[in-house]
Nanobody
Framework: QVQLVESGGGSVQAGGSLRLSCAAS??????NTWFRQAPGKEREGVAS?????????YYGGSVEGRFTISQDTAKNTVYLQMNSLKPEDTAMYYC???????????????????WGQGTQVTVSS
């Protein structure tokens, strides 16, 4: 069966760091993307990586320079290293995957076939 399982969320003070993991099983995906959603707000694309050769990455403007997405293809796992966390980063973080990619916007949730259950990140001031 196809599954995405996130882990690594938690509570941290502003300026701290967390590393999220998304373990995928059952399929080889074309793209993996981290989304987040805070209460009362729309789901927001955080970072994305193409899983084919090259591994090009993309970032939302609010996290550029602070977050880094990476992958370990041998483990079928993608990571999100989050540094210099701010209270506005507080959200539920979701891993999403697509089994085919033909271009277009990486940050549109409707383009993804599979989703993890989410992991909560809370940043206090």
């Amino acid at each position: 069966q196809v599954q995405l399982v996130e882990s690594g969320g938690g509570s941290v003070q502003a300026g701290g760091s967390l590393r999220l993991s998304c373990a995928a099983s059952g399929y080889t995906f074309s793209r993996n993307t981290w989304f987040r959603q805070a209460p009362g707000k729309e789901r927001e694309g955080v970072a994305s990586i193409q899983t084919w050769i090259g591994g090009r990455t993309y970032y939302g403007g609010s996290v550029e320079g602070r977050f880094t997405i990476s992958q370990d293809t041998a483990k079928n796992t993608v990571y999100l290293q989050m540094n210099s966390l701010k209270p506005e980063d507080t959200a539920m973080y979701y891993c999403a995957a697509a089994n085919g990619w033909y271009g277009g916007n990486w940050y549109e949730p409707s383009r993804y076939n599979y989703w993890g259950q989410g992991t909560q990140v809370t940043v206090s001031s």
